[in-house]
């Protein structure tokens, strides 16, 4: 196990008809957070859900909520969400004209935030935020829907963004999201991502939560002990 690594389950894949049952689940079995994706049919299309839901989750676990704001205008949210019990953010690169507003914002509010991008966007992109950042999230696939297959060529990109973050800010995390599972999270991870955002291969396998998590976290360990080359030909 490798306990460097922080797992975020996403619960847009959770059945929502249990979610606070599924949710306990994942905290018994070692989540670090919960993962909130809220997505407003705009930025994204698709929608998922808002505050009521982040109000509800806040009374059955302990984790920390990050939410992450798939919306064409994060800054109108913020308030309601730090209300229902938001503890961090993670708001886009893409379509935001103020970003380092944003990134301020949220900062006054006494919230950690990380700044996402999407797999067409460079790394470099995040090169003037990142000394204001705690988290740059590297999307694995392209926001809007849970179930996709990991975008391979974004492994390069993560071990960029680690790399950067080395240089500038070493204590930010480099988190994934999207398509993570036993075969990607190794890559993921020996690319030097620290947090791994998995939605279908935690609440989406028939084994439950708990051996899904463990599953997920036994796969870890042997990213180590690959070699960058053999990385890029998996
Ligand atoms: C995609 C979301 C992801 C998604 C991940 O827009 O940001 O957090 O829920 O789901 P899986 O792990 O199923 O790809
Ligand atoms: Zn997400």
Redesign the pocket.
């Known amino acids: 196990m490798n306990n460097d690594v922080k797992l975020a389950p ?1 619960i ?2 959770a059945d929502f008809a249990r979610l606070g049952e599924q949710v306990a689940q994942a905290e018994q079995a070692g989540a670090d957070r919960i ?1 909130v ?1 809220v ?1 407003d049919g705009h930025f ?1 299309p ?1 929608l998922s859900m808002g505050a009521p839901i982040v109000q509800s989750l806040r009374r059955v676990t302990r984790l920390p909520l990050e939410i ?1 704001l ?1 919306v064409t205008d994060p800054d109108f949210f913020l308030d309601e969400f730090v209300e229902a019990g938001a503890d961090s953010f993670l708001v886009h690169w893409e379509g935001n004209a103020n970003l380092h507003r944003t990134v301020q914002r949220i900062k006054a509010l006494g919230k950690p935030v990380g700044v996402a991008i999407n797999p067409a966007t460079p790394a470099a992109v995040l090169e003037e935020i990142l000394q204001d950042i705690d988290q740059a999230l590297i ?10 297959h ?1 975008v391979p060529t974004t492994v390069p990109k993560i071990r960029r963004v680690r790399q950067m973050i080395e240089q500038v800010k070493s204590g930010c995390d480099v988190e994934v ?5 036993a075969k990607t999270a190794p890559l993921a991870v020996a690319a030097g991502a620290n947090v791994l ?6 609440f ?1 396998e028939t084994e439950g939560v708990a051996a899904a998590m463990e599953h997920l976290r036994a796969a870890i360990p042997q990213a180590s002990k690959e070699r960058p080359e053999q990385i890029k030909h998996a």
């Open positions: 996403s847009l894949a993962h994706d997505m994204v698709n992450h798939m999307m694995t696939v392209n926001p809007g829907f849970g179930h996709q990991f999201d999207g398509g993570i599972d955002v998995a939605g279908t291969a935690i989406g």
